[in-house]
T-cell receptor, first 112, second 114 residues
Framework: DAKTTQPNSMESNEEEPVHLPCNHSTISGTDYIHWYRQLPSQGPEYVIHGLTSNVNNRMASLAIAEDRKSSTLILHRATLRDAAVYYCILIPVAAAGNKLTFGGGTRVLVKP | NAGVMQNPRHLVRRRGQEARLRCSPMKGHSHVYWYRQLPEEGLKFMVYLQKENIIDESGMPKERFSAEFPKEGPSILRIQQVVRGDSAAYFC????????????FGPGTRLLVL
């Protein structure tokens, strides 16, 4: 399975944007890029996913590099509630089972 | 629409006892996944089930662990003869179908083995 590399942690001030990078240099053409986050003492929750084009939803934006070897999750205005561990996960399009392989993720700290 | 439900939320067992963890997927979801999260670590996939079928159990320990998802009722993760190393948070997720479908996670069951 293709691996992802993320920084261990990032800090942000409340109301400011947060850019979370993810490197996936061994990504294959059929891998989708998914982001999940895990708030303290909770189960993970889906954030966003994409294949080649940038994606936006109510939670975040996903910017995917043209060569797809990296991507960036953008939280436009961080709130205290966004403090969580963010995971970047690659899933092949025809995966049998769609099991999620979680790496270490990036722990985001939001300062008031 | 209720989310994924797991019970119990907390479970304490002594070494050698059995632990049964239950997961009710979201309404309309027929795919269930179990993950384990050891303290201060990321989640690790254990098993993927559809109704009455185990599809992928590549992440399950070979001994003492079993999982089922019967035609009726919740999915069950069963750990026999628990040991201290089994202490972890166990999360269940469900999806409508596999391959790019969002997985919805439950709140987890925190198992503590004394």
């Amino acid at each position: 399975d293709a691996k992802t590399t993320q920084p261990n942690s990032m800090e942000s001030n409340e109301e400011e944007p947060v850019h979370l990078p993810c490197n996936h240099s061994t990504i294959s053409g059929t891998d989708y890029i998914h982001w999940y986050r895990q708030l303290p003492s909770q189960g993970p929750e889906y954030v966003i996913h994409g294949l080649t084009s940038n994606v936006n939803n109510r939670m975040a934006s996903l910017a995917i590099a043209e060569d797809r070897k990296s991507s960036t999750l953008i939280l436009h205005r961080a709130t205290l509630r966004d403090a969580a561990v963010y995971y970047c996960i690659l899933i092949p399009v025809a995966a049998a089972g769609n099991k999620l392989t979680f790496g270490g993720g990036t722990r985001v700290l939001v300062k008031p | 629409n209720a989310g994924v439900m797991q019970n119990p939320r907390h479970l304490v067992r002594r070494r050698g006892q059995e632990a049964r963890l239950r997961c009710s997927p979201m309404k309309g979801h027929s795919h269930v996944y179990w993950y384990r999260q050891l303290p201060e670590e990321g989640l690790k996939f254990m098993v993927y089930l559809q109704k009455e079928n185990i599809i992928d159990e590549s992440g399950m320990p070979k001994e003492r662990f079993s999982a089922e998802f019967p035609k009726e009722g919740p999915s069950i993760l069963r750990i026999q003869q628990v040991v201290r190393g089994d202490s972890a948070a166990y999360f269940c997720a469900s999806s409508v179908r596999f391959s790019q479908e969002t997985q919805y996670f439950g709140p987890g069951t925190r198992l503590l083995v004394l």
